[in-house]
């Protein structure tokens, strides 16, 4: 339940930068794709800057993953740092449609 309810919170949060319509179109048969001309789809699509992409939930989520911290050892060291990836403009709107600071240390 608590999972059904954080991914519906996510889903509104972060539909600015998702592709979700409302209704998708449908296909007499979904193996072959219609010939001819394709009709717009009749979901709902957010203004978006130019040059950045829709993602879907799922390929938003695969998106922040990618944003990563690794320990770093130095050769002949016993040294090791934490080095963060830089995040993105969408990784960085993500965090700031739900009101969170993008983590810098593990707690």
């Known amino acids: 339940m608590?999972?059904?309810?954080?991914t519906w919170h996510l889903r509104r949060a972060w539909a600015p930068l998702t592709c979700t319509?409302?209704?998708p179109p449908r296909q007499d048969n979904p193996v072959v794709p219609p010939a001819g001309p394709q009709p717009p789809r009749q979901g709902v699509r957010p203004a978006?800057?130019?040059g950045q992409p829709y993602h879907?939930?799922?390929g938003l989520l695969q998106h922040l993953a990618t944003l990563t911290r690794n320990?770093?050892?130095y050769t002949g060291t016993q040294?090791?740092?934490?080095m963060l990836a830089e995040p993105t403009s969408t990784q960085r709107q993500a965090f700031e449609l739900?009101?969170?600071?993008?983590p810098l240390?593990?707690?």
Request: charged residues 10%.
């Open 56 to 58: 879907s939930f799922h």
């Open 48 to 50: 978006r800057p130019a």
């Open 98 to 102: 739900i009101g969170a600071p993008i």
């Open 79 to 82: 040294v090791t740092i934490a």
């Open 71 to 73: 320990q770093v050892r």
């Open 21 to 23: 319509g409302q209704n």
């Open 105 to 107: 240390t593990l707690k």
């Open 2 to 6: 608590l999972a059904c309810y954080l």
